[in-house]
């Protein structure tokens, strides 16, 4: 039986090289190419949500993928959640180029 308190929030809905149709939720600009699971987990720890990470599951329209998913404490509702795990997700992935670009330049 599914658990009423938490949201399953997988990558393919912040991937903004996948359609709707392929499982992305919110709009291409609120989403990043290819997301992690350990860039998503960063964003929801930056909001201060409980969170367990599950490695080893599939996205049902992609069974093939195996990128795992979060199962995030309920707060709000889905839609309002994944909107601003979005937005963290996209300072996640502008700090992590930043710092790409810094190293690539000491060397």
């Known amino acids: 039986m599914r658990k009423q308190d938490k949201i399953i929030v997988w990558p393919v809905y912040f991937d903004s090289t996948r359609t709707r149709n ?18 998503l987990k960063e964003a929801v720890r930056r909001i201060k ?18 990128s ?10 889905k839609n309002a959640l994944l909107q601003r795990i979005a937005t963290e997700l996209l300072k996640v ?3 992590a180029q930043l710092e790409k670009r810094k190293k690539s330049k000491k060397q």
């Open 68 to 77: 795992g998913m979060l199962l995030v404490v309920k707060k709000r509702s």
């Open 93 to 95: 992935r502008n700090e």
């Open 49 to 66: 949500l409980q969170h367990d990470v599950v490695l080893d599951v599939a996205h049902p329209k992609m069974p093939w993928i195996r």
């Open 22 to 39: 392929e499982g992305r939720r919110l709009p291409k600009k609120f989403c990043v190419p290819s997301p992690k699971i350990g860039e």
